[in-house]
């Protein structure tokens, strides 16, 4: 028979056990936010890795930011991404990814002006100039009347973007990088932000 004693240090066990194990799990989610953190301050702070393949495309390869689903809410960038996309929810608990890149086209070409004339819709004679250049990527074109010009733009891309993981040595934690390649010789992929969701984890980090 177990008698009173032994009910008292067996209830001051188990007590100490549930103790133990929510003080274990606080310093987990105290963990979880450290490396947020910790993974959001050394990306924002390494530069985006710009360069030309052998391909002779432009890639761009950064480090991605590995942050909590708890924790997204706290990043300045996914604060309004709710109100941006209407499937996101305001919690950003079904945010798996988020990418934002830019890139600049760069065209230096000389073209030829040509002689052309306007006619107005009061029969007047205009003379005008034309220019046009045009690749598989671009097509600039334009009228020069006087002091003005009349131009049009049409620019395309084509954007390969991967994700992928690393380590330094066997053992070693994986580091997440997202790699942008453009298709348009012409256009530097010059700034991309990459942040992914990780799910919070268990007690023992799993």
């Known amino acids: 028979m177990i008698n009173r004693l032994q009910l008292i240090i067996y209830a001051i066990i188990l007590f100490l056990f549930i103790g133990m194990g929510i003080y274990i799990r606080f310093l987990v989610g ?3 936010k450290l490396n947020s953190y910790k993974s959001l301050y050394q990306t924002a702070n390494h530069e985006n890795k710009i360069f030309r393949a052998k391909d002779s495309t432009w890639r761009n390869r950064t480090e991605v930011a590995v942050v909590t689903k708890s924790e997204l809410t706290n990043v300045k960038e996914l604060q309004d991404l709710h109100k941006e996309f209407e499937g996101i929810k305001r919690s ?3 945010l798996e990814n988020f990418n934002q890149i830019s890139e600049v086209t760069t065209i230096n070409k000389t073209v030829k002006l040509k002689d052309t004339t306007i006619y107005t819709i009061d029969n007047q004679v205009i003379k005008a100039s034309t220019f046009s250049y045009k690749n598989n990527w671009e ?5 020069i009347v006087s002091d003005s010009i009349q131009w049009n733009i049409t620019h395309k891309d084509s954007l390969t973007i991967v994700q992928y993981w690393d380590r330094s040595w066997f053992l ?3 580091k997440y990088f997202t790699e942008v390649k453009s298709g348009n010789p012409n256009s530097i992929i010059d700034y991309q932000r990459s942040i992914k969701s990780e799910r919070k984890r268990g007690i023992f980090g799993l």
């Open 30 to 32: 105290e963990n979880d």
């Open 139 to 143: 097509s600039i074109s334009g009228v």
């Open 92 to 94: 950003l608990k079904n």
């Open 172 to 174: 070693g934690k994986k």
